[in-house]
């Protein structure tokens, strides 16, 4: 377990995943004293790219990350890859993220990693949990990052078995499993290949409150955009039963029993 102040960077695909699976461990983190970064891929916008300080969704990260206690926020610079079959051409001032070039986008993520001296890289699972393909990509890339920088890297996800009970209910609101009919099945991680799981119940309101934040995603007409609604606004108590915990797998790493802080590193295998 480190000592002192730790520096942990949370890599993210889209501003609002920031908070959906590590917020309550970020706020955590950042009310321990610890330096948090969030680095998102892409802006969110399928449109081409404007000055950043104009992209609604990163201003709305940046209101999500005060939130949460984060230091900063850093845009790696990529275009949003969209969901469905179709992958829309390229802007004609970025690529799409899931078209990014892995060496230079995991070097761009490692340049940040070694300017922050980071203890810890938080990125996502071999499926990107539910198989969009720019979470896909941020797992190669922060995969290849942490190879690059030595880090040590946690991949952001939640239990397979919790996701398959959940997987129909969840279908019906059009939500986690509408980019991977099987999601529910084959993505996320095992239960037994979990190495961390976090409680984060006293900071559930703030967790709500990142998510609040992110108001375009919760204000819109879509299912997952009511879904994004009920969760922000729904009453307290409730929102910390559904999202009081996180969980974390340490690639070649395992632990008999769950370890309840990310600082913390499991046994190598």
Same mark, same amino acid.
Request: no cysteine; hydrophobic share 45%; charged share 20%.
């Given at each position: ?11 993210? *695909?889209?501003?609002?995943?920031? #908070?959906? @699976?590590?917020?309550? =461990? $970020? ?5 321990? +004293? ?110 290849? *990052?942490?190879?690059?920088?030595? #880090?040590? @890297?946690?991949?952001? =996800? $939640? ?5 398959? +009970? ?104």
């Amino acid at each position: 377990m480190l000592r002192g102040v730790a520096t942990v960077i949370a890599f993210h *695909a889209h501003p609002d995943d920031e #908070v959906l @699976l590590t917020g309550g =461990t $970020l706020a955590l983190l950042a009310a321990q +004293g610890h330096r948090v970064v969030i680095a998102v891929a892409t802006d969110g916008a399928m449109g081409a790219a404007t000055s950043p300080g104009s992209q609604p969704r990163l201003r709305e990260l940046q209101a999500s990350a005060s939130v949460l206690g984060a230091a900063r926020v850093v845009h790696l610079g990529y275009a949003d890859s969209g969901y469905g079959p179709i992958l829309f051409p390229d802007p004609p001032d970025r690529a799409r993220f899931a078209r990014a070039d892995l060496g230079e986008a995991a070097g761009r993520l490692a340049a940040l990693i070694r300017a922050e001296r980071a203890d810890l890289l938080l990125s996502y699972d071999a499926r990107g949990g539910y198989g969009h393909r720019d979470h896909v990509r941020v797992h190669e890339v922060g995969a290849l *990052a942490a190879e690059l920088t030595g #880090v040590r @890297l946690l991949e952001a =996800t $939640l239990p397979r078995e919790l996701v398959h +009970g959940l997987a129909r209910p969840m279908r019906l609101l059009g939500f986690a499993v509408r980019y991977d009919a099987d999601g529910g099945r084959s993505g996320f991680t095992p239960r037994a290949e979990i190495t961390h799981r976090v409680r984060v119940g006293r900071y559930a309101r703030q967790k709500q409150a990142a998510l609040a934040a992110h108001y375009s995603q919760t204000s819109g007409k879509s299912r997952a955009a009511h879904l994004f609604h009920l969760l922000a606004s729904m009453p307290t108590p409730l929102f910390r039963l559904a999202g009081g915990r996180e969980w974390f797998a340490e690639p070649g790493a395992r632990s008999a029993t769950r370890i309840t802080d990310v600082l913390q590193p499991a046994s190598r295998n």
